[in-house]
Nanobody
Framework: VQLQASGGGLVQAGGSLSLSCVAQ???????????MAWYRQAPGKQRELVAV???????NYADSVKGRFTISRNNGKKTVSLQMNSLKPDDTAVYYC?????????WGQGTQVTVSS
């Protein structure tokens, strides 16, 4: 399994960005039942869970992003996306997509999101 993330960049506070992650080298029947998540890590801080979506489309969010971020998935394309609205400087971090299969965690390469004030 390989997770390839894209998106991110620099945006002013209040703006929006979208992240996407494609799961390569995995088959549809496996992908569609696996929880997919986005994490982030800001400088000097621990990596934290931002949002997770299960195979049924049920979602959970960190309190800090509720109402502003939306996680979604496309099982046919084996992708998971994160739409980020009303961005704040505190959202500045490297964002990672994540999945776990058979007890093994897989991480995307990380994509930088920078929100200027």
């Amino acid at each position: 399994v390989q997770l390839q993330a894209s998106g991110g960049g620099l945006v002013q506070a209040g703006g929006s960005l979208s992240l996407s992650c494609v799961a390569q080298r995995t088959i549809f029947s496996v992908f569609r039942v696996i929880d997919m998540a986005w994490y982030r890590q800001a400088p000097g801080k621990q990596r934290e869970l931002v949002a997770v979506i299960n195979g049924n489309g049920n979602t959970n969010y960190a309190d800090s992003v509720k109402g502003r971020f939306t996680i979604s998935r496309n099982n046919g394309k084996k992708t998971v996306s994160l739409q980020m609205n009303s961005l704040k400087p505190d959202d500045t971090a490297v964002y990672y997509c994540h999945m776990q299969r058979d007890g093994i965690p897989y991480w995307g390469q990380g994509t930088q999101v920078t929100v200027s004030s």
